[in-house]
């Protein structure tokens, strides 16, 4: 085999692999990633295949260390495995960025541990794990409880002093 369509295919079962046995994010079983894999390939197609074609190439690749097979639009099918290797493990690690304590159901159980993310949707769970790592959540509601603050200018400070030091 040669050796860019070895590196390919190496890349595509390592991201599998990662995500299986270590990542465990549940991202490959949701539709929306394969709905953004569909729109990543259809931009992949229009840029790889201008800087490849063969009529004017900006892309050279040695032919001995490829398939040979170059479709669509002149692109080597190598670079599929290797953009979906790219993308989907970027994705993968963005999730599984959102953080441990993002992952952990109501009942205590974490994503890691079992085969599909705890509390559903791969989306909740991220969005809800950035929200949580940031404090967005618990800010608005406070935000909602209370009025905000007075700015007070330096005036009323000065004048507040005063008050106190009179007292």
């Known amino acids: 085999m040669p050796?860019?369509?070895a590196l390919a295919v190496l890349s595509v079962?390592?991201?599998l692999a990662a995500e299986?046995?270590?990542l465990r994010t549940g991202v490959l079983r949701t539709a929306r990633?394969?709905?953004a894999m569909g729109i990543v390939a259809v931009f992949q197609v229009l840029v790889d295949g201008?800087?490849?074609k063969q009529?004017?190439?900006i892309v050279l690749y040695d032919a001995s260390q490829t398939l040979g097979v170059r479709r669509p639009w002149?692109?080597?099918v190598e670079d599929f495995l290797f953009g979906f290797s790219m993308v989907t493990l970027t994705i993968l690690l963005w999730v599984r960025a959102a953080g441990r304590e993002a992952l952990h159901d109501p009942a205590g159980a974490v994503a890691d541990d079992r085969d599909e993310p705890a509390g559903g949707d791969v989306d909740d769970v991220v969005l809800a794990g950035v929200d949580e790592r940031r404090g967005h959540e618990q800010r608005i509601r406070q935000d909602h409880r209370a009025d905000p603050p007075r700015h007070r200018g330096p005036e009323e400070q000065r004048d507040e002093e005063r008050r106190a030091?009179?007292?």
């Open 165 to 167: 030091g009179v007292q």
């Open 13 to 15: 079962l390592l991201t």
């Open 50 to 52: 201008w800087l490849t």
């Open 33 to 35: 990633f394969w709905a």
């Open 74 to 76: 002149d692109i080597p």
């Open 20 to 22: 299986r046995f270590w």
């Open 3 to 5: 050796e860019y369509t």
């Open 55 to 57: 009529s004017a190439p």
